[in-house]
């Protein structure tokens, strides 16, 4: 209807009024194009939702932990001595490499006995002379031919030739230095050829398995220790390895209040050496229960340390539900076997984003894919 009107009009008007309605149709056809788009975008706009973020997922659980002490403490041989002489000498023979393992009585260092062998045949021969004249005054005592302080005069040398022999016989013995037990030999102090005086080491030996390990507890756990009690000892960072209290000190000390505590490892491997450094864990019989959370789930921050929770929501009852993740601040407690403990803002069975925190906002729609499983840090 109005463009038949807007029709007639043009047809009958002047060049001029023909100029000015163009014009004006052009104008309404801008401005009507203009305002329909204005009015599609708030449309779209207000419509508009944000694809949701794919996360991953993990349920917040109930468990029981078990209570321990911890400690530090040091590693140590069972046996462990630094090897030395007990006679000087000049070094003529080692009989050993580094990092050899090595038997109870196994030759270790022979130093020279030439001296010592020399004065062996001396003694050795007054020996023999000493058994021949007490085996002659013997029977000439049987005779009657010589008197009682006679035959007890030879007695005496002879019994003195055989001590002379066994004290040489020492003195050879003790320049042959043997391993006093079984163990592992580290690397060698000295050189053939050198002279050493009594005390010098020459070489350590540990025996490496099992293991001890020494640590201190304040006094006021000292009722809560026992023998045979679980432990856990951790090295560098590596797998825990499960031992037991072997020895608990009798006194505490005065100036640290502290009680000396020995427990017992294996290290059948040999990889532990004495005198590396141990984290330790004392076990206690109690348990207590916790919330946890697996350690990737947790967001660190200057403001506190947060999580996000998903929830499900329905706008209407003809929608479908969506999840989506809201921040939530938590008390972080212990951390072991990379989970940590919640002391505070999660409950049992709550629903965390464990992977993809930082593209998170709050009341972000989320899509869950458990697909990938991440490692800690």
């Known amino acids: 209807m109005i463009f038949a009107k807007l029709r007639r009009h043009y047809v009958t008007a002047t060049p001029m009024k023909k100029m000015l309605i163009l014009v004006g149709v052009i104008l309404a056809l801008l401005f009507g194009w203009y305002g329909l788009k204005k009015v599609a975008f708030f449309w779209y706009m207000s419509h508009f939702t944000l694809p949701p973020v794919t996360i991953a997922s993990s349920q917040a659980k109930a468990e029981k932990w078990q209570d321990y002490l911890p400690s530090v403490g040091s590693l140590t041989a069972i046996n462990g001595v630094d090897v030395a002489p007990e006679v000087s000498g000049i070094v003529k023979d080692i009989r050993f490499s580094a990092d050899q393992l090595v038997r109870k009585g196994d030759a270790l260092v022979i130093l020279d006995t030439s001296v010592e062998q020399a004065e ?35 007695l005496a040398e002879l019994q003195q030739a055989e001590a002379a022999v066994e004290v040489v016989q020492a003195h050879i013995s003790q320049k042959t230095i043997t391993a006093a037990f079984d163990g592992k030999v580290g690397i060698r102090l000295v050189d053939i050829g050198e002279y050493i005086s009594p ?42 390895i499960r031992g037991f209290i072997s020895g608990i000190n009798a006194k505490v000390d005065q100036t640290t209040r502290n009680i000396l505590v020995q427990a017992t490892i294996p290290n ?15 076990w206690l019989p109690a348990k207590k229960n916790v919330i946890t959370l697996p350690q990737t789930a947790i967001a660190y921050s200057l403001h506190g340390d947060y999580v996000f929770v998903i929830k499900s929501e329905k706008s209407s009852k003809k929608t479908p539900s969506l999840l989506k993740a809201y921040r939530q601040y938590v008390t972080v407690g212990e951390q072991r076997n990379n989970k940590v403990a919640i002391l505070k803002g999660v409950t049992a069975d709550d629903s965390v984003v464990t992977a993809g925190q930082l593209k998170l906002q709050n009341g972000t729609r ?3 894919n458990n697909a990938v499983e991440l490692s800690p840090p």
């Open 199 to 240: 005390g010098k080491p020459m070489v350590t030996l540990q025996a490496l398995n099992p293991l001890f390990v020494n640590f201190s507890l304040p006094e006021q756990y000292v009722s809560h220790l026992y023998l045979q009690q679980p432990i856990d000892v951790n090295t560098n960072g590596g797998k825990p």
């Open 366 to 368: 989320v899509l869950i």
């Open 268 to 282: 059948p491997t040999l990889a532990l050496y004495p005198g590396m450094f141990a984290v330790i864990k004392v």
């Open 120 to 154: 062996l045949k001396s003694n050795l021969a007054k020996l023999k002379l000493a058994q021949i004249n007490q085996e002659r005054n013997q029977k000439l005592f049987q005779r009657n031919a010589i008197s009682q302080s006679v035959l007890d005069t030879t």
